[in-house]
C-alpha cells in the first residue's frame, strides 16, 4: 500500500511520518552497506601487511636466535657445529676454542636482520666478551638450510681472520684464499679460535 504525500493549503506538499521513516531507513541501509565494503576492504589490506610483517618477524627471530646461540660461550661444540654453515669441516676450531676461556665468555648480540631472499639474510651483530661489547656493527650472514637458520661460514671466517687465526678451510669456503690479517712484528702466532697475542708495548 503506497501512502501518498498529504498537501496542505497553499500547495505545499508535506511527507507523512511513514514515507519520512521509510526514506531514513534507505538512507541507512546504503550508509551501512558502503561502510561494510570500506572496512572489509581495509581489514583484507590490514590482514595482507600483518601476514607479510609476521612473516619477516619469524625470519628475523630465527636468525637472530641461532646467530646469538652460535657465539654463545655456553653452547656446546656439537651445537655450535649444527648451527655453521658446513659446520663439520670447522669441527676442529669450535672444538679447540670450546678450552679457551675467551670463547666461554664470549657471546654476541643481533642488531638488525634483513632478509634478502628466502634463504638468505644479511646480520649485523655486535661481539661481546663478559658481556661488554668488544666488536661493534660486525657484518655478516644467515643461510636458511633445510629450515634451520645457520651463521655463514663466511661470517665464522671472517671473525677467525681477524684473530689471525683463519684455518685452510676458510680458502676452500669462500673459493679464495682468506685475506688473513699478519700479526703484528713481535706478535705470537694464535692458536685456532684464540686472539694473537701482542708484545708488550716498550717506552
Known amino acids: 500500500m503506497i501512502t501518498e504525500p498529504t498537501v496542505t ?94 670463547a666461554e665468555s664470549a657471546s654476541a648480540k643481533v642488531t638488525n636482520v634483513a632478509s634478502i631472499s628466502t634463504d638468505h639474510a644479511d646480520v649485523t651483530f655486535d661481539v661481546l666478551f663478559n658481556g661488554t661489547p668488544a666488536l661493534s656493527g660486525q657484518q655478516g650472514g644467515a643461510v636458511q638450510i633445510e629450515g634451520t637458520w645457520k651463521v655463514t661460514a663466511a661470517t665464522f671466517c671472517a671473525l677467525l681472520t681477524l684473530e689471525g687465526a683463519a684455518p685452510p678451510v676458510c680458502g676452500a669456503a669462500s673459493g679464495t684464499p682468506s685475506p688473513a690479517a699478519p700479526p703484528a712484528s713481535g706478535a705470537t702466532p694464535a692458536a685456532p679460535g684464540n686472539p694473537t697475542i701482542l708484545p708488550a708495548p716498550t717506552s
Open 9 to 102: 493549503e497553499g500547495g505545499r506538499i508535506m511527507f507523512n511520518r511513514g514515507i519520512a521513516a521509510k526514506m531514513l531507513a534507505a538512507c541507512a541501509l546504503t550508509a551501512l552497506v558502503a561502510a561494510a565494503a570500506a572496512c572489509g576492504s581495509d581489514d583484507s589490506d590490514g590482514k595482507s601487511a600483518e601476514s607479510s610483517s609476521s612473516g619477516a618477524q619469524t625470519v628475523t627471530q630465527a636468525v637472530s636466535r641461532n646467530f646469538e646461540r652460535f657465539f654463545d660461550g655456553s653452547t656446546s661444540a656439537d651445537q655450535k657445529i649444527a648451527l655453521l654453515e658446513n659446520g663439520p669441516a670447522f669441527a676442529a676450531v669450535i672444538k679447540a676454542q670450546a678450552d679457551s676461556p675467551m
